[in-house]
């Protein structure tokens, strides 16, 4: 013990304690994202809009369409996703603040199948907007599987690589494969 306040009482094997302490906490962190990213999606993109207008059975003034392809061994049975909405100025729709969508699907998609979701975002507008209606990142974070387990995307890195428009618009990254 008394070594011990010997060595703490010289603030270069403190300086030396504090750097592997920390050099230990990033190699844990490193390990633990690296797991984290060892789990692929069972889904794959295939497409997503904004839709302005009606569309029978789905919505009559806003809706979301997105399609995803289950390339996962097993069922999906739950899908989460979120996505930010503004207006092509850059206006938070359908308020300021209030712009965030959070989105759960239920349903059942077998493996090497095809599921396209239409949803409807009416209940949160009063009027139709006049501008182009973007969607910016539009994610998937969770998908739920038939054996009970769940796919999670806790970093935000599965993202779909291109801004939602109802019309015209501007790809931000490579599509997906």
Known sequence: MRLWFQIMKNP???????????????????????????????????????????????HSAVGLHYSIRNVGEQYITGVYASFDLYDSEGTQLPNPGGNHFDLSFNGSVAPDSTWTVCTSLDSSFFFLPERVLVGERFRIYRVDLADGSAWTDPLGLYFYPYRLTSGGGETVAEAPQ
């Not at 750097?19 to 993109?45: D, H, I, N, T």
Request: hydrophobic letters at 45%; one cysteine or more.
């Open 12 to 58: 270069l094997p403190r300086t030396v304690a504090a750097v592997l302490f920390a050099g230990a906490a990033l190699v844990g962190l490193a390990v633990e994202g690296c797991r984290l990213l060892e789990r692929e999606p069972p889904f794959r993109y295939l497409s997503a809009t904004l839709v302005k207008g009606e569309e029978p059975g789905c």
